[in-house]
């Protein structure tokens, strides 16, 4: 049944389908564990059938057929999320659109994305990194993964809606954190938008959201109609490469306000709707993958003291030569916590892979792949098999050193081609500013370090992570 149902392998080769009755799903509950893709790739060849959730899946594992989806988007294959994340995100939301008008919405968002506009958000991003390592400190024992969710929900609250906008405040934060809990638990379910549901929840939450986000729009264009021309001015400048952010970051523009400015060739910009599914999406996909990434990275670091002494007292030199506050020449001499940041990615990746579906008829590692045929991309065998690691002694031990003087090769954490991560230069720095505030004066000890992980559908620590900050001198 199974051969006759993978029409088409031309080159007469029938792709193995060593699992005929299991599905990944089942196996990640059953086993507690995401499979060893390198191992099942090693067994089964680089293009194996499988199911996800029910549907019929082809896994992929080899830098070379990473490489060829992915820079094959839109031609070969395009992006191909589930229907629950579809509706979740809305008929905007940047990951299920295809053709010219995601490329038009991508490319009028990638304005919220310069290294000019991060240029202005990193004051905004280091105080709420200071605040929160001031609080954990004076809390003592605190759950490390709903703290550091805390801390990348707050940056993307506040450098994409702004504060003062039905947010940031008091009594909004928290209902916010909470509807937007509640939607992302829709967003990972059965798509049965029955009452009591997961699903039927998250929708709501979904309505509650884009209420919020057109109001902070309603409220943002009277604002900037009321400051006028030399708000205007402002941000052109800011757009164009202007001059040097303010100390505090205040007179800054927040991500909407330049996603509002931002217009194509035609002069035209994203509608309200557009506007609103496009803040939604960055909100979604630019916070548990920072978070859980940061909480990887403790556990790395906990298990290697040697690379937080390193860590330290690369600080401590950042610090004598720029001072304290992170600028993006302060970053750029944080080698070593980038090597750190680049190694966990690399060891555990918090993505397991990408999902496309064929467009038309295509060649893949000696096999044709029928269009329509559903893949799913592995991201833990292209990173731990990179060759340049091969001839090392132990490849997947965590070595942020590798990284010193090396950039290139298989490291696709963010993944690649036309669909590159929106968000990953700002990921980068959240997190390297993070390290910073934690590093340069406090410990971070985590009390169960062998913790387990869950690892479907995102990656995360089983117990939350106990952890305690305490400053430095106090620990010594
Ligand atoms: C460590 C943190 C992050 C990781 C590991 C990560 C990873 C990824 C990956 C692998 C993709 C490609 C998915 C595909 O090809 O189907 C992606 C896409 C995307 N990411 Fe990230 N991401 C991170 C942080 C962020 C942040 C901070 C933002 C925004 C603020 C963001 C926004 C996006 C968007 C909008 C897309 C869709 C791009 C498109 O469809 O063209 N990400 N990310």
């Known amino acids: 049944v199974f051969v006759a149902t993978q029409r088409g392998t031309g080159s007469g080769a029938a792709i193995p389908n060593p699992k005929p009755f299991s599905d990944l799903v089942f196996e990640v509950t059953l086993t507690g564990g995401f499979p060893n893709m390198v191992k099942l790739h090693a067994a089964h060849g680089p293009v194996f059938w499988w199911r996800l959730l029910g549907r019929r899946m082809l896994m992929v594992g080899s830098y070379e057929a990473a490489k060829q989806l992915l820079m094959g988007e839109g031609t070969l294959v395009r992006a191909d999320y589930p229907p629950s994340v579809k509706q979740m995100l809305g008929p905007w939301g940047m990951v299920n659109i295809h053709g010219k008008s995601y490329t038009r919405i991508k490319r009028l968002a990638q304005a919220g994305f310069t290294p000019k ?36 929900f707050r940056v993307a609250v506040e450098l994409f809606l702004g504060v003062g ?55 943002l264009e009277q604002r900037r109609a009321a400051k006028g021309s030399s708000d205007d001015a402002a941000r052109g400048d800011a757009a164009a490469g202007g001059p040097a952010p303010a100390s505090n970051g205040a007179e800054q523009p927040i991500l909407m306000e330049l996603l509002m400015a931002s217009r194509d060739e035609r002069g035209e910009g994203l509608t309200r709707d557009q506007l609103a599914d496009t803040v939604l999406t960055l909100l979604f996909a630019g916070h548990d993958t920072s978070s859980t990434t940061l909480v990887r990275i403790f556990q790395h670091l906990h298990a290697h003291p040697e690379a937080v002494t390193r860590l330290r007292q690369e600080q401590a030199e950042v610090v004598v030569k720029h001072g304290t506050a992170i600028t993006e020449a302060a970053l750029a001499d944080m080698q070593y916590a980038d090597g750190a940041l680049r190694e966990a990615m690399r060891v555990t990746p918090i993505i397991a892979g990408f999902p496309r579906i064929a467009l038309k008829d295509f060649e893949l590692c000696g096999y044709t792949i029928p269009a329509g045929t559903r893949l799913q991309c592995s991201l833990q065998h292209t990173l731990h098999t990179d060759s340049r690691w091969q001839a090392e002694d132990d490849p997947l031990a965590f070595k942020p050193e590798r990284w010193l003087g090396q950039r290139d090769g298989a490291w696709i954490p963010f993944g690649g081609g036309p669909r590159l991560c929106l968000g990953w230069l700002m990921a980068m720095v959240e997190m390297k500013v993070l390290l910073a505030a934690i590093f340069r004066g406090h410990v971070l000890t985590l009390q169960e370090p062998n913790e387990p992980w869950m690892l479907f559908p995102l990656a995360r620590p089983k117990h939350g992570m106990p952890a305690r900050i305490t400053e430095a001198e106090a620990a010594a």
């Open 117 to 152: 506009a991060i240029r202005g958000y990193l004051p905004r991003i280091q105080a709420i990194a200071e605040e929160g390592v001031q609080r954990w400190a004076a809390e003592g024992d605190i759950l490390a993964y709903p703290e550091m969710k805390w801390y990348t």
């Open 165 to 219: 906008t039905g947010w940031t405040g008091p009594q909004d934060f928290p209902a916010v954190s909470a509807t937007f809990a509640t939607w992302l638990e829709g967003l990972f379910s059965f798509p049965v938008a029955i009452p009591g549901t997961a699903f039927a929840r998250g929708l709501k939450a979904r309505d509650e959201l884009m209420r919020r986000i057109h109001a902070s729009l309603e409220l």
